[in-house]
């Protein structure tokens, strides 16, 4: 089975912090991704990457960047945390790059509940 | 992106009585993805089914699409309380755009 690693299921930041949020994956798996979950809203979606060091911006890009220097390893980084993300975030993980990757199931970790205060 | 709609949001049933959801998306699919969240948990892969294909089963769970109301269903039958959990569609989109729009999920409580 798949394991998606979430590095912190709750963290607790001050405004102002730079903050990392670290995910990992043991299935050689080509394509990561971040999301936020709000009540309410769903599911939005941060950053993809569907290779070592390249990324693409998803829907919500603004205030935060990511870094994937090894196939496993895909990390969220929050430049100057605010309040108004304070919010759960899901690192999900999926197979092929070479096909339409929303065609596949993603692989989801527990989540970290980040709390910026 | 466009974005799959759950209905109901909230549904509350007896267990062993059989729970049906349904989804509704704007414009054209290549397909649709049904997952399920334990509280405080990930979401967890459950069917995915092609625009060409009509019904899809896996165990308890039956999947139908209809591409011609843009619309699909999953039904749980003889729910157990462990399926307590909420369900969230997903859909693509034929513009080129690769990524999967999530509903806002629909809350099932399974009553012991």
């Known amino acids: 089975d798949v394991k998606v690693t979430q590095s912190s299921r709750y963290l607790v930041k001050r405004t102002g912090e730079k903050v990392f949020l670290e995910c990992v994956q043991d299935?050689?798996?080509?394509?990561m991704f971040w999301y936020r979950q709000d009540p309410g809203l769903g599911l939005r979606l941060i950053y993809f990457s569907y290779d070592v060091k390249m990324k693409e911006k998803g829907d919500i890009p603004e205030g935060y960047s990511v870094s994937r220097e090894k196939k496993e390893r895909f990390s969220l980084i929050l430049e100057s945390a605010s309040t108004n993300q304070t919010s759960m975030y899901l690192c999900?993980?999926?197979?092929?790059?070479?096909?339409?990757?929303?065609?596949?199931?993603?692989?989801f970790g527990d989540g970290t509940r980040l709390s910026i205060l | 992106s466009q974005q799959g709609e759950e209905d109901p949001q909230a549904l509350s049933i007896q267990e062993g009585e059989n729970a049906t959801m349904n989804c509704s998306y704007k414009?054209?699919?290549?397909?649709l993805q049904w997952y399920r969240q334990n509280s405080g948990r990930g979401l967890v892969h459950l069917i995915l089914i092609r625009s060409n294909e009509r019904e899809k089963h896996s165990g308890r769970l039956r999947v139908t699409l209809d591409t011609s109301k843009k619309s699909s269903s999953l039904l749980i039958t003889a729910s157990r309380a462990a399926d307590t959990a909420s369900y969230f569609c997903a859909t693509d989109a034929r513009s080129g755009n690769n990524r999967l729009a999530f509903g806002k999920g629909n809350q099932v409580v399974v009553i012991p």
């Open positions: 299935m050689d798996h080509e394509n």
């Open positions: 999900a993980s999926s197979l092929d790059r070479g096909k339409d990757f929303s065609n596949q199931p993603q692989h």
């Open positions: 414009t054209s699919i290549n397909n």
